[in-house]
């Protein structure tokens, strides 16, 4: 079996985070050394390295193959390449969809920011901190005069809902809110000297 017999149809670029290393470029400069005449680009969850791989490839006389490698709810990731330019927008729109689904999650942390402007009609903002970072917390009316003594009052709060990751950003629509009991020490810290 000769070198140009094998086409790659699942390399990940360094787009991938912590799943590939090498960029686009790097990707089709190996392809020439190996006399392939195509390889595909599958970037998890998204098709951050398409452009620079397609117009690299295309510059090289390579076929350059595009998809993703798209996580679904239960986890689990299935590869998909595009044959056109309508298969590449459809894989754009399901990447999108795939990023916005509601996943159930709780999330739990210190209230940082409370808000409830005047024109939000009676919908409270929450942005909460834990020791991964900010999500933003949008309780309806209902919950908030439900819960309204909690959410004005606690400095720690668990919140259930549905939640969003939009490019890292997390958002949960609540649909529970508990406090939160910080573990108090027994023993206060000590400054050393």
């Keep these: ?3 140009s017999a ?10 991938s985070f912590l799943r590939g290393a090498a960029i686009p ?3 089709i400069a190996c392809a020439a050394v190996h006399n392939s ?13 398409a452009p620079r791989f397609h117009m690299t490839a ?11 490698e798209i996580t679904t709810e239960d986890g689990s990731r299935c590869t998909v390449l595009v044959e056109s330019r309508a298969g590449y927008q459809d894989l754009c729109r399901l990447v999108t969809r795939m990023k916005l689904r509601a996943v159930p ?34 309780v309806m009316p209902d919950l908030f005069e439900e819960r309204r003594l909690v959410l004005v ?17 997390i ?11 910080p573990i108090t020490p027994a023993m206060t810290s000590h400054d050393f000297k």
């Design 37 to 49: 005449p195509a390889m595909a680009l599958t970037d998890v969850d998204g098709v951050y390295g």
């Design 171 to 181: 958002h949960v629509l609540a649909r529970r809110v508990e406090r939160i009991h």
């Design 1 to 3: 079996m000769s070198s």
């Design 105 to 138: 999650k709780p999330a739990a942390g210190n209230v940082v920011v409370r808000q409830r402007p005047g024109a939000a009609k009676g919908i409270v903002f929450l942005s909460m901190e834990d020791e991964t970072g900010i999500a933003n917390v949008v």
């Design 6 to 15: 094998y086409i790659e149809l699942h390399a990940r670029s360094a787009f």
């Design 25 to 27: 470029e790097d990707y």
């Design 58 to 68: 295309k510059k090289s006389g390579m076929k350059a193959h595009i998809g993703a």
């Design 153 to 169: 009052t606690e400095p720690y709060l668990l919140i259930e809902g549905k939640a969003q990751n939009v490019d890292n950003v």
